[in-house]
Nanobody
Framework: QVQLVESGGGLVQPGGSLRLSCAASGSIGSRYNMGWYRQAPGKQRELVAS???????NYADSVKGRFTISRDNAKNTVYLQMNSLKVEDTAVYYC??????????WGQGTQVTVSS
């Protein structure tokens, strides 16, 4: 059984930084993709950033230059470094893993609130 454990959310002032982590355990294989999504109240869930097994990354236009996704394959962990946070970044952030067998797994979500 695959489990995703997220951490690092919280309350931060505009312009501040947060780092999210998502650790995966279980049978996800050796070639899996990882990503972060977010969902703000009243809005659809959207892709924030993703990183494939080879290391290539993809970002939403709204976070380019501010957020950085990275992964530690030895720890099956994906990180999202968020800098220069804006009020509009406020959302629940979800980790997603796509296993080698193309099964999708989601984390429980972590709240990020950007407010003065």
């Amino acid at each position: 059984q695959v489990q995703l454990v997220e951490s690092g959310g919280g309350l931060v002032q505009p312009g501040g930084s947060l780092r999210l982590s998502c650790a995966a355990s279980g049978s996800i294989g050796s070639r899996y993709n990882m990503g972060w999504y977010r969902q703000a109240p009243g809005k659809q869930r959207e892709l924030v950033a993703s990183i494939i097994s080879g290391g290539s990354t993809n970002y939403a236009d709204s976070v380019k230059g501010r957020f950085t996704i990275s992964r530690d394959n030895a720890k099956n962990t994906v990180y999202l470094q968020m800098n220069s946070l804006k009020v509009e970044d406020t959302a629940v952030y979800y980790c997603r893993v796509v296993s080698s067998s193309l099964i999708y797994y989601w984390g429980q979500g972590t709240q990020v609130t950007v407010s003065s």
